[in-house]
């Protein structure tokens, strides 16, 4: 029996045991009991899971995928759920315990896998996997760069991010139009932030929806102060300023508002 790849999930099957084998050394299995994998299909990565000291989960929405683990991967049977990863609340499995996470990230859900992450980031300290190259170099990219954005800012907040490895569209099946891109992600020894991590996530979210414009001019729906306005930092594109900026950012706009 073999899985068949469906369109709408937006599963493309790894077949290339080097490159799962890769993947699952990527995280550093120190700090926690449990990872758990995204969309294992056929369980090409589960297999190398397997092997490693650790107890590997795994969460998987296709009938037909979790069909095929069950009847090959006897020892992880109790440990497939078949739900939809951002929309089921995993304390149910791990309650507070810390856990990674890995996968082969469907590329359709790949940007909300790392918000549902971020979220959760008090109970994921490692995360590692593959995403469309393009969108796996954006989570990592610095200030500067043409497509640094909410995802590099949001997510450098908390995690440090390494682009690791660039994966060609042939090892897979069916084989996806474009390159993917493998990235681990590692919790932030201090990852609490120094300033309202709403306020955060909202003057990110904000700032990079005109891009290019200055942030004088972007962020006037917070009603600033003109005296606050006339600080050098909203002269800048948000693309200029560093994540440290934008807590600082954050925390002159808190000020602002008292």
Do not use: W
């Not at 109790?78 to 810390?98: A, H, V």
């Not at 139009?177 to 003057?203: A, I, Q």
């Amino acid at each position: 029996m073999t899985v068949k790849a469906k369109k709408h999930l937006g599963q493309h099957f790894l077949k290339d045991e080097n490159i799962a084998q890769k993947i699952a050394d990527t995280l550093s299995y120190e700090g926690y009991k449990n990872v758990l994998e995204i969309g294992p299909g056929m369980g090409v990565l589960t297999k190398y899971l397997l092997e490693k000291e650790i107890t590997t989960y795994v969460i998987e929405i296709d009938t037909e995928s979790v069909e095929y683990l069950q009847a090959n991967y006897l020892n992880l049977a109790s440990r497939i759920i078949e739900k939809d990863f951002l929309k089921y609340d995993l304390k149910e499995i791990f309650n507070k315990e810390p856990f990674a996470v890995i996968g082969n990230f469907p590329y359709n859900i790949s940007t909300q896998i790392i918000f549902k992450t971020l979220e959760m980031r008090d109970h994921i300290p490692e995360f590692s996997g593959m995403f469309q190259k393009e969108v796996a170099k954006r989570i990592c990219s610095k200030e500067g760069s043409k497509v640094y954005g909410i995802l590099s800012v949001l997510t450098q907040a908390f995690y440090n991010a390494d682009y690791l490895f660039t994966v060609p569209p042939t090892v897979f099946n069916p084989p996806p139009k474009v390159d993917s891109g493998v990235l681990r992600l590692s919790r932030k020894e201090d990852y609490n932030l120094p300033c309202d991590e709403k306020l955060f996530f909202k003057v990110v979210k904000t700032a990079f929806q005109q891009r290019r414009k200055t942030l004088r001019n972007s962020l006037k729906t917070f009603n600033l102060s003109d005296n606050l306005k006339a600080n050098v930092i909203f002269g800048k594109r948000p693309e200029q300023l560093t994540v440290s900026q934008f807590v600082e950012l954050t925390q002159l706009i808190e000020k602002d508002s008292k």
